[in-house]
């Protein structure tokens, strides 16, 4: 009897074995390898034209990671130190969906850039998050670029199943050009089959009456890797930057950058080693051609370690990870982090207004 358990559990362990290796054979062959460079589509649901700033006009840029519709204040996550993998229902998502289209149409912004939109993922409940924004925002152009995309994430329990989520743009502008970037992915096989390869998208915007661009790069840099990953990307996003600069051109990078600017005040925002912990940019290593801004007054985003609504908020810990970094010929008139109680994501939005001088 026990020889025939032994071998009953032995012949599991073994299927067991050869599913996840099928599994995992599978996931590399599937893998999602974008390009080093590729072209995004520019769409527009909007049949009026679509104009050009000047030399002198002043822009609105919104920047937000809206949490794939899924980490409002009900939501904890287990990479932060929660306990939930799916973190929303159905009727969840929509709502902060919802919320957070109501607060994107009455910032009226020229220029946004949004981070962690789905389309279709399991954990966002298959809902197409990129198209909702872009029929509701009617006169904008709108571009998509990927950054996480798995047929199947296989981990933890339950897995966290497909993911098909990317960064996205909005312009009131006419954009000549958009073009996906790929940046250094620091992971390892298995590891990457199941990560993210991030990326910057890259928007072009005719300045009226000159040769000269609005260069305009959403990014989402990494999060959870050993701090590598962060300074290798890092130093990308600048050496395109400085090629956009040496043209002459105006450029405004912002998004989640997954770490705090030597040259903001964060004393506010106390971290702690028991919690996910951001890494720095040294202001410095950009030198005097660039302005690195981020608003203080309130934090850009909040831990996931519990849930926020109910829990008391002296407890409860805050970054600043979102903000932007402009060229010296873009003049800052204001930054504001607008406090919306992370209803509906676990990250405020960053307002800016700049002159283009």
């Known amino acids: 009897m026990l020889n025939k ?22 996931l590399t062959a599937m893998e999602y390898r974008p390009e080093s460079t590729e072209k995004v589509r520019i769409d527009s ?27 409002g204040d009900n939501a904890d996550f287990f990479m932060d130190g929660g306990s939930q993998v799916t973190t929303a229902s159905a009727e969840r998502v929509q709502e902060n ?18 981070q962690e939109v789905d389309r279709f993922s399991t954990r966002a409940h298959h809902t197409d998050e990129q198209q909702d924004i872009a029929e509701s925002m009617d006169g904008y152009q709108s571009t998509f670029a ?59 915007v005719p300045i009226a009456g000159t040769k000269k661009e609005l260069v305009m790069i959403n ?38 950058f997954n770490q705090t600017f030597s040259n903001v005040d964060i004393g506010k925002y106390p971290s702690s080693e028991d919690i996910w912990t951001p890494g720095k940019i040294d202001a410095k290593d950009f030198g005097k051609d660039w302005n690195l801004l981020m608003d203080n007054s309130n934090p850009t985003c909040r831990s996931l ?9 002296k407890d409860c810990y805050y970054y600043m990870l979102d903000g932007f970094i402009l ?16 209803k509906n994501s676990d990250h405020n939005p960053v307002i800016l207004k700049a002159t283009l001088s």
């Open 5 to 26: 358990i032994a071998r009953l559990v032995g012949a599991f362990c073994i299927t067991l074995v050869v599913l996840l290796l099928m599994l995992f054979i599978v």
């Open 45 to 71: 649901l909007a049949e009026d034209t679509f104009g050009s700033p000047e030399v002198g006009s002043t822009i609105k840029v919104m920047s937000w990671n809206i949490g794939y519709g899924a980490l």
């Open 97 to 114: 969906m919802q919320g957070i289209i109501d607060e994107l149409k009455s910032q009226k912004a020229d220029v946004m850039f949004l």
């Open 146 to 204: 990927n950054n996480f995309k798995v047929r199947y994430v296989p981990y933890p329990w339950p897995p966290i199943g497909r993911v098909d989520s990317g960064i996205m743009t909005l312009s009131r502008f006419t954009q000549s050009d958009s073009t996906r970037i790929s940046l250094p992915c620091p992971f390892e096989w298995p590891v990457r089959i199941a990560n993210l390869k991030r990326c910057l998208m890259v928007n072009r």
């Open 219 to 256: 990014l989402h840099l990494e999060a959870y890797d050993n701090g590598e990953g962060k300074v290798k990307q890092t130093r990308a996003l600048l050496k395109v930057m400085e090629e956009e600069q040496k043209k002459g051109n105006y450029v405004i990078a912002g998004g989640d």
């Open 305 to 313: 370690d519990k849930v926020y609504k109910n829990a008391d908020k």
């Open 327 to 342: 060229s010296k010929n873009l003049q800052v008139d204001s930054i504001k982090t607008e406090n919306l109680n992370f």
